[in-house]
């Protein structure tokens, strides 16, 4: 199946523990995105790479370390995880080259206690 | 601050009835306009994107989109139940990057059988 996929779809861990998320796409997109969503089910986005170059950085704690080894993979390390950490962590991608519609993995819900 | 603006809801319509979602956001020079719709639990599912002003009609669905007035609505006809769920609006604002979305909070649509 083509789609963006993510592991680990669920991770608990304890405050000040480090973690990774992985996210790969199988479309032939050139850009990928992390996006948190709170509580409240806002989504915003937290970071963008085209073709392996970082062009969105929004303001995010330098915890969070996103990593683009290749165009079809974008992982999101965070260290020293804290309470406020604990939220569901969406993968995307879009095509880009002029087309900006972003299709999303099924999400990893990370909870920190 | 540029934002984009939803109607929180829920929002409860009968089945068959036409379920109106509306959105509006604050950055005049904004090109590119999104409905994602997200069940409880699941993650953002692309159903339309608009970039002219009129109606885009994709089965039930039809976008409309107004860039005079700055808002952009999601028209969904004979509602199902299986349409329950969170709509989110979806706009690329002006001077954000080609590539970032930025999200509403989304309105909850319940389609009462």
């Known amino acids: 199946d083509t789609a963006v996929s993510q592991t680990p779809k669920y991770l608990v861990t304890q405050m000040g523990n480090d973690k990774s998320i992985k996210c790969e796409q199988n479309?032939?997109?050139?850009?990928m995105y992390w996006y948190k969503q709170d509580s409240k089910k806002f989504l915003k986005i937290m970071f963008s790479?085209?073709?392996?170059?970082?062009?969105i950085n929004e303001t995010v704690p330098n915890r969070f370390s996103p990593k683009s080894p290749d165009k079809a993979h974008l992982n999101l390390h965070i260290n020293s995880l804290e309470l406020g950490d604990s939220a569901v962590y969406f993968c995307?991608?879009?095509?880009?080259?002029?087309?900006?519609?972003?299709?999303f993995g099924p999400g990893t819900r990370l909870t920190v206690t | 601050q540029k934002e984009v603006e939803q109607n929180s809801g829920p929002l409860s319509v009968p089945e068959g009835a036409i379920a109106s979602l509306n959105c509006t956001y604050s950055d005049r020079g904004s090109q590119s306009f999104f409905w994602y719709r997200q069940y409880s639990g699941k993650s953002p599912e692309l159903i339309m994107s608009i970039y002219s002003n009129g109606d885009k009609e994709d089965g039930r669905f039809t976008a409309q989109l107004n860039k005079a007035s700055q808002y952009v609505s999601l028209l969904i006809r004979d509602s199902q139940p299986s349409d329950s769920a969170t709509y989110l609006c979806?706009?690329?604002?002006?001077?954000?990057?080609?590539?970032?979305?930025?999200f509403g909070k989304g309105t909850k649509l319940s389609v009462i059988p």
């Open positions: 790479y085209n073709n392996k170059e970082l062009i």
């Open positions: 479309l032939g997109h050139d850009t």
């Open positions: 979806a706009v690329i604002l002006s001077g954000a990057g080609s590539y970032q979305l930025t």
């Open positions: 995307a991608s879009s095509q880009g080259r002029g087309s900006y519609e972003q299709y």
